[in-house]
């Protein structure tokens, strides 16, 4: 625990930390500034300065998914760059070691990843030309798609980042703010969830 001597106080930073959490998940989950400050005994600016001082950007939900992606790497870094909502980019490696898993598990994963997409303004999609018109018929969803090639892609391809950064500057442009709800607090713990569950299978 770290903590610091100010005159005839002795603050902590872990306290601190955890309240500060404590407040933007209440509200991440719905709760206006009123009901946050209210609960955690502060007054409403502050709750409004925590929010300006950590904010990252404004504008609609945005989704970016991949595969199979040859630099995948440099491709989440500039997901990271633009601070999208849910990022999934797998290599062809990642791909085939997921789909090398148990099919039940597999196919359930990718019923709920579908679901959560739905509630996303934007779904940036970086696939076969097949996937992506399937998944524009899926989902009730903005899609723009950024074709790899033509179905089956069973090899990795190279993703021109300045032309994916193009993309995302221009999304992310057009998209109007929508504020905060509950609707979107629910969508980015999901989205945190099932990016955790697209994991490679441990090879023994």
């Known amino acids: 625990?770290?903590?610091y001597r100010?005159?005839?106080k002795v603050v902590s930073e872990d306290k601190l930390h955890d309240a500060i959490a404590s407040i933007l998940e209440d509200r991440a989950a719905g709760a206006t500034q009123d009901d946050a400050a209210r609960t955690h005994g502060v007054q409403r600016s502050f709750v409004s300065f925590l929010e300006s001082l950590g904010e990252v950007r404004k504008g609609g939900r945005i989704?970016?998914?991949g595969f199979p992606i040859a630099n995948a790497t440099e491709v989440k870094?500039?997901?990271e760059k633009y601070t999208l909502d849910f990022v999934l980019v797998l290599?062809?490696?990642e791909r085939e070691d997921i789909e090398s898993g148990e099919v039940t598990e597999v196919f359930n994963t990718l019923l709920e990843t579908i679901a959560t997409l739905r509630g996303y303004d934007t779904?940036?999609?970086m696939a076969s030309d097949w996937r992506i018109k399937t998944m524009e018929r899926i989902l009730g969803t903005e899609v723009v798609g950024i074709p790899l090639g033509a179905s089956p892609l069973r090899e990795a391809v190279t993703v021109d980042l300045d032309m994916l950064?193009?993309?995302l500057s221009g999304v992310m442009a057009a998209r109007p703010?929508?504020?905060s709800t509950s609707r979107g607090g629910r969508v980015l713990r999901d989205a945190a969830s099932l990016t955790g569950r697209w994991k490679p299978s441990k090879k023994s």
């Open 1 to 3: 625990m770290k903590l």
């Open 91 to 93: 290599s062809q490696e």
């Open 6 to 8: 100010i005159g005839d």
């Open 63 to 65: 989704a970016l998914v």
């Open 165 to 167: 950064e193009g993309v």
């Open 77 to 79: 870094a500039l997901a």
């Open 123 to 125: 779904l940036v999609l």
């Open 177 to 179: 703010n929508h504020g």
